[in-house]
Nanobody, 122 residues
């Protein structure tokens, strides 16, 4: 069992930036793949970005490539998601997730945070 606590989020105008941080605690949490999902009314759940415990490989949803950057200090249980050039369609509840397995597979992630709201106004 891994506990995940998210920080960041909020409201920003289109074109702006936000940073989300997720801290994991628990047994062997620094060996987990960690990532972010978002839930929106129009698209449901989307797998946004993820990173392996070693820092590589990473995964990005096509629509956020070049705008979002996920990072992690090697072996640490903290990840950041830097979100730049935000668009209204990026709005949603962002959930941190962690698990053991392939970074790019949604099925890897079986530990979840409480979620944080991101709102991008046009």
């Amino acid at each position: 069992q891994v506990d995940l606590v998210e920080n960041g989020g909020g409201t920003v105008q289109a074109g702006g930036s936000l940073k989300l941080t997720c801290t994991a605690s628990g047994r062997a949490s620094n060996n987990y793949a960690m990532g972010w999902f978002r839930q929106t009314p129009t698209k449901g759940r989307e797998f946004v970005a993820a990173i392996n415990w070693s820092g590589t490989p990473t995964y990005y949803l096509d629509s956020v490539k070049g705008r979002f950057t996920i990072s992690r200090k090697i072996g640490k249980s903290v990840i950041d998601l830097q979100m730049d050039s935000l668009k209204p369609e990026d709005s949603g509840v962002y959930y941190c997730a962690a698990g053991v397995g392939s970074v790019g597979s949604e099925r890897t992630y079986d530990n979840w945070g409480q979620g944080t709201q991101v709102t991008v106004s046009s």
